[in-house]
């Protein structure tokens, strides 16, 4: 395993300390964990690149972390009552994001590479920087939050058939 693997399983774990944390009322503590967590999805991908390192496992293992982290912290959120339109985008975002997981899946067990693409980069960088917003808890970030996640979603719904056009699914 490499370091960049390494750093896309920290990013995954790390949605149980922001999980506690926003049960607990703390947000100053999950703010802080979801962007370190978050950074790591650039630092990884840097590492990789730089050091060579690239591997079909890593490309398998990192974006699959994301969802984690995203849908994760969203469903905590969603459950500890911040409205209904976090709870909407939880949902969505999770359906799509379960979808996409199963379709890598596959893929990556039949020993089918399924790159992540530019818009995909965007699309997960809008959700973290909303889901960072929602966290954030004071109006109107969440609401910019929820918004911002939203249209991450609308604009992943461009990218859902690439996934299901491969033959692995």
């Given at each position: 395993?490499?370091?960049?693997?390494?750093?896309?399983?920290?990013?995954?774990?790390?949605?149980?300390?922001?999980?506690?944390?926003?049960?607990?009322?703390?947000?100053?503590?999950?703010?802080?964990?979801?962007?370190?967590?978050?950074?790591?999805?650039?630092?990884?991908?840097?590492?990789?690149?730089?050091?060579?390192?690239?591997?079909?496992?890593?490309?398998?293992?990192?974006?699959?972390?994301?969802?984690?982290?995203?849908?994760?912290?969203?469903?905590?959120?969603?459950?500890?009552?911040?409205?209904?339109?976090?709870?909407?985008?939880?949902?969505?975002?999770?359906?799509?994001?379960?979808?996409?997981?199963?379709?890598?899946?596959?893929?990556?067990?039949?020993?089918?590479?399924?790159?992540?693409?530019?818009?995909?980069?965007?699309?997960?960088?809008?959700?973290?920087?909303?889901?960072?917003?929602i966290i954030v808890g004071e109006r109107p970030w969440p609401v910019a939050g929820a918004t911002l996640v939203g249209l991450a979603f609308l604009l992943s719904l461009v990218s859902l058939p690439r996934y299901f056009a491969t033959r692995v699914v």
């Amino acid at each position: 395993m490499t370091v960049a693997d390494w750093l896309a399983i920290f990013r995954a774990f790390a949605v149980i300390p922001i999980v506690l944390a926003i049960a607990a009322g703390e947000r100053t503590v999950a703010l802080a964990v979801f962007a370190v967590a978050a950074a790591t999805d650039a630092l990884d991908g840097w590492l990789a690149r730089r050091s060579g390192s690239a591997t079909p496992r890593g490309a398998f293992i990192d974006p699959l972390a994301d969802k984690v982290l995203v849908v994760g912290t969203l469903v905590a959120l969603a459950a500890v009552g911040n409205g209904w339109p976090v709870t909407v985008v939880a949902v969505f975002v999770g359906v799509r994001e379960c979808a996409v997981a199963v379709a890598r899946t596959r893929a990556f067990v039949r020993g089918v590479t399924l790159p992540t693409d530019r818009l995909a980069k965007l699309k997960t960088a809008a959700e973290m920087v909303g889901v960072f917003l929602i966290i954030v808890g004071e109006r109107p970030w969440p609401v910019a939050g929820a918004t911002l996640v939203g249209l991450a979603f609308l604009l992943s719904l461009v990218s859902l058939p690439r996934y299901f056009a491969t033959r692995v699914v």
